[in-house]
């Protein structure tokens, strides 16, 4: 769903105190199904949007209608930053829609707001094809983000080593459902797979946070770090055009269209950490792809093709 429908549907509803979501999905020119189901969003949310039961019913705002933003308690405010803030790192509608509210909410609370809808970012690009669950400690890591708390963690790194740190929250970025945790220690900016973190615990400690620090840049330093370590080795390859959205979803970043033939076919650019990883990944698709270079990808093809020839040839 978009930051920017769901705040103009809070917005209408303010202006007409009750609404259908007939009437909503008018206005937001939207299905009637689209329609309700963002204001299902924003009353799971905690914004206090309700259904109104009987003839003439609909959804209302409770407290009746309302031309500001000043109804809504500071829960409610983050609540509602929380969740629209994410799209705000993708889309342009998005951050002015969330400028906008933000003027339009108490002095009080603007503070709280704009800390809420940095609070976390989205991005749908993974690093692997697997469905994890959401891990039960982001709630509280949200919280201590927007309240500027210390937390402790008990983590597991990469290695299975376990320790047990405080460190300021920065930062949280849901990257196509594994989350991670950008964070200030004592040495420096770190970043933590929230998967691995057995406990966190808040702390009434004041976490500090540079003035200049912005989540979307943290995150693609990071991101850039880690795709530099992942394409070790590229490789170029000629494939159907009709193939390389497939292709595109094995290879993510790691892979680019560099000229479309006259054969029907792309040439595309891939990476990965080493020949083999490519091999790997190639071998599947047998005669369908071809390999211009390097010979490196080459050979280990070849040599995939030599075990399955020597195991199932006969």
Known sequence: MRADRLVAALLFLQQRGRVTAGQLADELEVSVATARRDLEALSIAGIPVYPQPGRGGGWALVGGARTDLSGLSATETQALFLLVGPSAAISGEARTALRKLVRALPQTFRADAEAAAGAVMSDRTGWSRLDRPRPHTVDVLQNAVVRRRKVRLTYTNALGDRSVRSVAPWGLVDKDETWYLIAGTERGQRTFRVDRIAEVEATEEIA???????????????????????????????????????????????????????????????????????????????????????????????????????????
């Open 208 to 314: 500090e946070r540079p003035d200049d620090f912005a989540l979307d840049r943290a995150w693609n330093e990071v991101v850039g770090e880690v795709e530099q370590k992942r394409s070790g080795t590229w490789a170029t390859v000629l494939i159907e055009t009709r193939y390389v959205p497939i292709l595109r979803d094995h290879f993510g970043r790691h892979c680019h269209v560099d000229a479309e033939c006259d054969d029907g076919r792309s040439r595309v650019r891939i990476a990965a950490p080493s020949p083999r990883d490519i091999a790997r990944n190639l071998a599947g698709w047998g005669g369908a792809v071809e390999v211009l270079a390097p010979d490196t990808v080459q050979r280990e093809l070849a040599r995939i093709g030599a075990e399955l020839t020597q195991r199932y040839g006969g």
